[in-house]
C-alpha cells in the first residue's frame, strides 16, 4: 500500500473579524499552511497529493481552483505526484478543451507526475453551472473521450450530442506518454462497475461507510476491471479510498489538538450539507442503505469516536493507526488517501501527523513488502 495526501482546503467558522477581511485572512492562512505540509509529505516519502474541485462548499472546502494550486506545487516539489482530484467533466463545468490544457500543463511543469481524476460533482454544483443532472453520466464520459483525443492528436476536432469543436491544434501535450492515469470518483457500487468497466481507477472514501461495504465495493470493481474496455488510452485498475487520518505521540494528545471537536465538525458539516445539497433525488432508503449515519451526524447526535471504532476514520499513535491501515490494505485498497487538515486541528499537529507517517507508517508499510499490485498499461 501507498501512503497519500487528500486536501479540500477547510476553513471552518468561526472567521474573527469583519467581512471580508475575516474570510480572506481564514483562506490564506489555510492555503499557506497546506503548502508547507504537502512540501514536507514530498520530503518523507508520501506517494501522491490530491486536491479536489468543488464550489460553494462553506467552510470545508475551499479549493475550487487545483489546476493553479498543483502548478504552483510542481515548482516546490521534488518527489510526490500531483492528483486531480477530481476534475469536474460534464461540460457545463469546464469545457473539454480546456482540462485538456489544464492537466497537460501540469504534467508538463511536473515532469510526468500527474494523476487524473475525473468526476461529476453534485447537485449543488451542477444546478449553479447549469449542468443537467440526468446527462452529466454521458457528459463526463464523452468529455473524458474529448481531452484524451486532443492529447493524442496534432489538430483534433469533437462533435457530439454534448459538445462542438474544430478542428485546431490543442497544445500543450502531456508529458506522460501517452497520457497521465485516468481516475474515477465513485460513491456506490454501480459507479465503481463502470469505472472498472472503462479502465479507470476508483476514487473512494469510507467517510460514512463501513469497511465491509467499502470492501464488498472493491469486489465489483475488481470483477469488472478485470476485462475492462478502457475509455482512454491508459488502462489503470488501482484502488484509492480517503479518510480522516490523525497521529499522535500520544492520545492524552487529543484535548490539545481538538481532535474529536474536530472530527465532529467535519460530520456534522458534511451530514448536513449532503441532506441539503448532494443527495435530494435520493429516498429516504437510499440515503439508508448509502448513509446510514447521516441524520444522526446533521443533527450533531453522534459521538465522533464511534467513527474511529469502527475504522472509517484513523486517528491514535502510529501503532494504533498501523493497525487500522492495515485493515484497509486487507480489503483491497492500494493508495490510502490521508485527510489531514480538517477542522480545528494546528498546524503543527498536522505538521506532527505527516512526520509520523513518514517516519513510522510509511517505512513500516515498506519493509512488510506493501506493494500496488496493480497495473497501469497504455494501449
Known amino acids: 500500500m501507498k501512503l497519500d495526501l487528500f486536501y479540500e ?3 471552518p467558522r468561526p472567521w474573527p473579524g469583519e467581512f471580508p477581511e475575516n474570510q480572506r485572512h481564514a483562506e490564506q492562512e489555510s492555503y499557506d499552511e497546506a503548502l508547507e505540509q504537502i512540501q514536507l509529505a514530498d520530503k518523507v ?3 501522491t497529493i490530491w486536491l479536489v474541485e468543488h464550489h460553494f462548499r ?8 487545483p489546476d493553479v494550486v498543483l502548478g504552483a506545487l510542481s515548482q516546490i516539489t521534488e518527489n510526490i505526484r500531483l492528483g486531480f482530484g477530481v476534475c469536474l467533466m460534464p461540460h457545463g463545468f469546464t469545457p473539454p478543451v480546456r482540462v485538456a490544457e489544464k492537466v497537460a500543463t501540469v504534467d508538463v511543469l511536473s515532469k510526468g507526475r500527474v494523476e487524473w481524476g475525473t468526476g461529476r460533482s453534485t447537485p449543488m454544483e451542477q444546478t449553479a453551472f447549469g449542468v443537467d443532472r440526468d446527462s452529466s453520466r454521458a457528459q463526463a464520459e464523452d468529455a473524458i473521450k474529448a481531452v484524451v483525443n486532443f492529447w493524442e492528436n496534432e489538430y483534433a476536432e469533437w462533435h457530439s450530442e454534448y459538445y462542438d469543436f474544430p478542428k485546431r491544434m490543442v497544445c500543450p501535450k502531456p508529458y506522460q506518454d501517452p497520457h497521465p492515469a485516468p481516475w474515477m470518483a465513485a460513491t456506490s457500487d454501480g459507479s465503481a462497475e463502470i469505472a472498472g468497466n472503462q479502465g479507470m481507477g476508483l476514487l473512494s472514501f469510507t467517510i460514512m461507510q463501513p469497511l465491509s461495504r467499502m470492501a464488498k465495493q472493491i469486489q465489483q470493481y475488481r470483477a469488472a476491471a478485470a476485462n475492462p474496455d478502457p475509455i482512454t488510452r491508459v488502462a489503470n485498475n488501482r484502488v484509492a479510498a480517503y479518510t480522516l487520518v490523525h497521529l499522535m505521540d500520544d492520545e492524552k494528545e487529543a484535548e490539545e489538538h481538538r481532535v474529536w471537536e474536530s472530527v465532529w465538525w467535519w460530520y456534522q458539516n458534511l451530514a448536513e450539507f449532503m441532506l441539503e445539497w448532494e443527495f435530494p433525488h435520493f429516498t429516504q432508503e437510499q440515503k439508508d442503505a448509502y448513509f446510514p449515519f447521516l441524520k444522526k451526524n446533521a443533527d450533531g447526535d453522534f459521538d465522533p469516536r464511534d467513527f474511529n471504532k469502527q475504522d472509517m476514520i484513523i486517528v491514535g499513535t502510529p501503532d494504533q493507526c498501523l493497525e487500522k491501515i492495515q485493515k484497509y490494505a486487507d480489503i483491497g485498497v492500494d493508495q490510502l488517501l490521508c485527510y489531514v487538515q480538517f477542522g480545528f486541528l494546528p498546524h503543527k499537529s498536522v505538521m506532527r501527523t505527516i512526520e509520523l ?8 508499510l515498506e519493509r512488510r513488502g506493501h506493494q500496488v499490485n496493480t497495473t497501469v498499461t497504455a494501449k
Open 357 to 364: 507517517l513518514g517516519s513510522e507508517i510509511i517505512p513500516e
Open 9 to 11: 482546503i477547510d476553513v
Open 45 to 47: 516519502g508520501f506517494n
Open 58 to 65: 462553506e467552510g470545508r472546502s475551499h479549493c475550487s481552483a
